[in-house]
């Protein structure tokens, strides 16, 4: 069974661009989370999504926004990016709501100079 | 406020022994803890899941324990061996899911052959 997915693995994007990425979860798995992970803070939970609807959504402005598809698939958009945005996304997928036993991707590098 | 602290400082350990690891928490009430392991420019992986009402999970040479009283969970590799130099990560969910899954910074194991 092929693992989670990422897309794009690495950006490179200027300050006030915006941004989207891409998640593929596991077959049949039909939540999707999305982290972000940086030195100083470690992982930071951004929202969940299931059944195309958002859960949970962490402590994050509204410039971070995702939606998820009907087959599962999931976007993340950030808007106006910031220096400080630049970190790596991660996307975990689980079969069902929740957050037990999380499959992440390999995730994706974002650089905003 | 809520906190996880683990090992901040990198944890040197010969081949062959023992490696236990450290989670404390305060401000939660974790309805399961979780550990992960992550190598440098990768998803973390899923290792172990215990509920609150377990006190010990094993899965081949790990081990977890959780002590609600105390609010800390350890986690033990027995016989460890170079390959499972990693960065170790505990995560906690209260149940609820609101907050998704938060995690610790991570402890970076060492086996040194």
């Known amino acids: 069974k092929a693992g989670v997915t990422q897309t794009p693995r690495y950006l490179i994007k200027t300050r006030g661009q915006q941004v989207t990425l891409s998640c593929s979860p596991i077959?049949?798995?039909?939540?999707v989370s999305w982290y972000q992970q940086t030195p100083g803070q470690g992982l930071q939970f951004l929202f969940e999504?299931?059944?195309?609807?958002?859960?949970n959504k962490g402590n994050f402005p509204g410039r971070f926004s995702g939606r998820q598809f009907s087959n599962s698939r999931s976007e993340m958009n950030v808007s106006t990016l910031e220096l400080g945005d630049s970190a790596l996304y991660l996307c975990?997928?689980?079969?069902?709501?929740?957050?037990?036993?999380?499959?992440f991707g390999p995730g994706t590098r974002l650089t905003v100079l | 406020s809520q906190k996880i602290e683990q090992n901040s400082e990198a944890l040197n350990i010969q081949e062959g022994k023992t490696a236990t690891l450290t989670c404390n928490y305060t401000?939660?009430?974790?309805?399961?803890l979780q550990w992960y392991r992550q190598d440098p420019g990768r998803g973390p992986v899923f290792l172990l899941l215990i509920r609150e009402n377990e006190k010990e999970k094993r899965k081949e040479r790990l081990k977890v324990t959780f002590d609600t009283t105390l609010k800390q969970s350890l986690f033990h590799i027995t016989a460890s061996q170079p390959a499972d130099s990693a960065t170790y990560l505990c995560a906690l969910d209260e149940g609820g899911g609101a907050d998704g899954l938060t995690f610790g910074k991570g402890t970076h194991l060492i086996i040194q052959p």
């Open positions: 975990a997928s689980s079969r069902d709501r929740g957050y037990n036993e999380q499959f």
């Open positions: 401000n939660y009430s974790p309805a399961y």
């Open positions: 077959s049949g798995h039909r939540s």
């Open positions: 999504y299931f059944s195309e609807t958002q859960r």
